[in-house]
């Protein structure tokens, strides 16, 4: 009897453990990729809540930035910039960011065009 319940224990704990580990990774842990901002800066909106009323003297600037992975694969990712006056991306700059496929964990950071991987830089430029 103790056997079992010992067996069924870590059978559960490995479980928990393993379903633990996956949530982790999928939402804290994100791919580094770089984009080229869009010559035109988005218009300046008032920022809605998850459930579409609008935050009172809060604005967003919203983005679909083409990101380029360190692995060369291109990804379209949505970046917001909000804030009570907030700053839009300089057009034309080059932007760092680290997202999974839930959120955008940093970023977007400006870099210069040097500190871009040589292979991602290709395809940015294309």
Do not use: C
Not at 50 to 61: A, E, I, L, P, R
Not at 62 to 79: A, I, R, W
């Amino acid at each position: 009897m103790k056997k079992t319940i010992s067996i069924i224990a870590v059978i559960a704990l490995i479980i928990v453990g393993f379903a633990g580990y996956r949530y982790y990774k999928n939402t804290y842990v994100g791919e580094v990729g770089y984009a080229k901002v869009a010559a035109q800066s988005p218009a300046k909106e008032a920022t809605k809540d998850d459930s579409g009323k609008t935050v009172t003297n809060m604005y967003s600037y919203h983005y679909q930035l083409n990101v380029v992975k360190e692995d060369g694969s291109h990804q379209v990712v949505p970046v917001e910039v909000t804030g009570g006056n907030p700053t839009p991306l300089t057009p034309n700059s080059y932007v760092k960011v680290e997202f999974n496929s839930k959120r955008v964990l940093k970023g977007p950071n400006t870099v210069s065009k040097n500190q871009i991987p040589a292979k991602v830089l290709a395809g940015l430029d294309k």
